[in-house]
C-alpha cells in the first residue's frame, strides 16, 4: 500500500493495476484527471467505483512509473476538489406514477406529489457504472428522500423504470434484477446495443428529471 494523501491509497490490483482508494476525492473526479493526462494512451481502463478507481495499464512494464504518475495527479494542484469537473447537462423527462410511490411517500411523511417535486427538483451526477450494462449509479437524491433498498427485489426491472436507494436515484436499463424503491418511468433509452455507443450518459454527466403528465 502506497499513501499519496492522508486519505487516498494506491493498492496494486494484479500484474496490471493500480487500485485508488479515494475517500477524500470525489472518484469521477480522479478518473477525468486521469484519462487527462499524456500517459493515459498507455491505458487500458479507468473505471471509477462508489469510494475507488481502478487503473489498468495495457502491459505489465512500468508499474513503478505508472505509479508514480499517479501520485502526481493524486497529491497535484486541485487535488482536493471534493466534485467532478461540470460534465453534460441532460434532461430526463419522468412520468412519476411508479408502483413504490404511494408507500414511499407513506413512509417519508409526504405526499406523492412532495416526493415526485423534490426528485424532479434536484440534479444528479452520473458517479461511476456497476452491477450491469448501462447501470448509472446518480449521486444526490435529498436527504429527506433517502430510504434503504427494498429488503427482497424484484426478479426483472423493465427498461426506464426510474428509482431511489439511500443517496443515488437510478435509471434502469432493462433486464435487471432490481431492490430498489420505483417512483417512475422515462421513454428516453439511455442503453442501447444497437447504438455507437450503447451507452447515452458517461461519468460526471449532470441529470435533472423534467415531470411530465401520466
Not at 169 to 185: A, E, R, S
Request: positive net charge; aromatic residues 6%; glycine residues 12%.
Amino acid at each position: 500500500m502506497k499513501a499519496t494523501s492522508d486519505k487516498t491509497f494506491l493498492r496494486r490490483a494484479g500484474d496490471r493495476g493500480w487500485l485508488i482508494e479515494c475517500a477524500d476525492r470525489h472518484p469521477a473526479e480522479v478518473a477525468t484527471s486521469i484519462r487527462a493526462q499524456p500517459w493515459a494512451s498507455g491505458l487500458r481502463e479507468v473505471v471509477p467505483a462508489a469510494t475507488t478507481v481502478l487503473v489498468v495499464a495495457e502491459t505489465a512494464a512500468g508499474m513503478g512509473k505508472l505509479a508514480a504518475g499517479l501520485r502526481t495527479v493524486l497529491d497535484g494542484p486541485g487535488a482536493h476538489r471534493t466534485g467532478p469537473p461540470p460534465g453534460r447537462r441532460i434532461v430526463i423527462p419522468v412520468r412519476y406514477d411508479g408502483p413504490d410511490l404511494p408507500e414511499v411517500a407513506e413512509r417519508l411523511g409526504l405526499a406523492p406529489e412532495e416526493v415526485a417535486r423534490r426528485h424532479g427538483a434536484g440534479e444528479y451526477r452520473v458517479g461511476f457504472f456497476g452491477f450491469a450494462p448501462g447501470f448509472a449509479y446518480l449521486d444526490g437524491v435529498p436527504e429527506s428522500l433517502r430510504l434503504p433498498r427494498l429488503s427482497s427485489p424484484r426478479p426483472r426491472v423493465a427498461a426506464g423504470v426510474v428509482a431511489i436507494a439511500g443517496n443515488q436515484t437510478v435509471v434502469y436499463p432493462g433486464g435487471t434484477p432490481g431492490g430498489w424503491h420505483q417512483i417512475g418511468v422515462t421513454t428516453t433509452r439511455l442503453w442501447d446495443v444497437t447504438a455507437e455507443p450503447p451507452n447515452r450518459l458517461a461519468v460526471g454527466d449532470r441529470i435533472v428529471f423534467e415531470a411530465v403528465a401520466p
